[in-house]
Nanobody, 121 residues
Framework: QVQLVESGGGLVQAGGSLRLSCAASGRTFRSSAMGWFRQVPGKEREFVAAIKWSGGSTAYAVSVKGRFTISTDNAKNMVYLQANSLKPEDTGVYYC??????????????WGRGTQVTVSS
């Protein structure tokens, strides 16, 4: 079992930045990667970024590439999402997930409860 707890969300003006954190505990060695997804009411959960625990390979959604950076602190079992140049369309609940290195939600086995990010125009 893996437990994931997100933090760092909030209200920010367009152009601003936030740093989201995800604390992973439990059997984290069973997963090869971590991902961030986001969701707004009435829409499907959307891939944002993913990173491999080993080697640090990353992947990003086209909509966030160049603005967001995913990283890990392997010693602390932490995953971060640095979100810069935020836009109103980045608003949503951001979820941390543990699983395979992929851009689809079904590849991830464990999910946190999410943290709300609201970007005002």
């Amino acid at each position: 079992q893996v437990q994931l707890v997100e933090s760092g969300g909030g209200l920010v003006q367009a152009g601003g930045s936030l740093r989201l954190s995800c604390a992973a505990s439990g059997r984290t060695f069973r997963s090869s990667a971590m991902g961030w997804f986001r969701q707004v009411p009435g829409k499907e959960r959307e891939f944002v970024a993913a990173i491999k625990w080993s080697g640090g390979s990353t992947a990003y959604a086209v909509s966030v590439k160049g603005r967001f950076t995913i990283s890990t602190d392997n010693a602390k079992n932490m995953v971060y999402l640095q979100a810069n140049s935020l836009k109103p369309e980045d608003t949503g609940v951001y979820y941390c997930a543990s699983g395979a290195f992929a851009a689809v939600a079904r590849a991830y086995d464990y999910w946190g409860r999410g943290t709300q990010v609201t970007v005002s125009s």
